[in-house]
DNA sequence: CCCTGATTCGC
DNA sequence: GCGAATCAGG
């Protein structure tokens, strides 16, 4: 493959957007992160920093981008733990906390976050976990990796856990089920079969 | 270990 | 110009 135009357009806008070189490199195809970092830097495009024109904010934009159109779109997550640790009024003195909707805040704060025009996946809900569903649960939650927004990848789960508006939030971020958001314990509450039958026999 | 970008250097 | 190998970091 060689750099087009059109490719070199493509790597412009990605990497203007934010995305890192290897989603980069996965989304033209034919190169691999390397050749797009290369190419990003022969064009001299390098980091938005130095340059002429200053960028103190870069400011993440995590949002769903409209255009885009991911194979296996993240499924937001539906309704983390029924009851974590509910706010129920907390100054939030976060300073700078720019945490882009991930998901419907599942915190009943003052405010419902909105998500960015994200349209719901369908989320087959399910209000009732068995008690050693849960229980596993909070077995793996305790052993999370308590990543940020920003850490996250396609092989970490992305459940939330804590309170959003506080410093008491972070994201699973243990390794997710192929082609799942959510690692195996999360899958396990999150995808519940759709009838609501709590007893089932296992 | 997963990932990130940065740099080098033979092609 | 290109990009694999490598480096340096999180």
Sequence with gaps: MSWTDERVETLKKMWADGQSASQIAKELGGVTRNAVIGKV????????????????????????????VEPAAPAEPPRPAPEPRVAAERPAPA????????????IPMRKAIIPAGQPLPPQPSANEISPEALASVREVEKHAKRLTLMELTERTCKWPIGDPATEDFWFCGLPSLAGKPYCEAHVGVAFQPMSARRDRRR
């Design 41 to 68: 830097h022969r064009l001299g495009l390098s980091n938005r920093v130095g340059n002429g024109a200053e960028r103190a904010e870069p400011e993440e934009e995590v949002v769903a981008a409209p255009p885009r």
């Design 95 to 106: 300073p700078a906390a720019p945490a882009p909707a991930v998901h419907a805040a599942p």
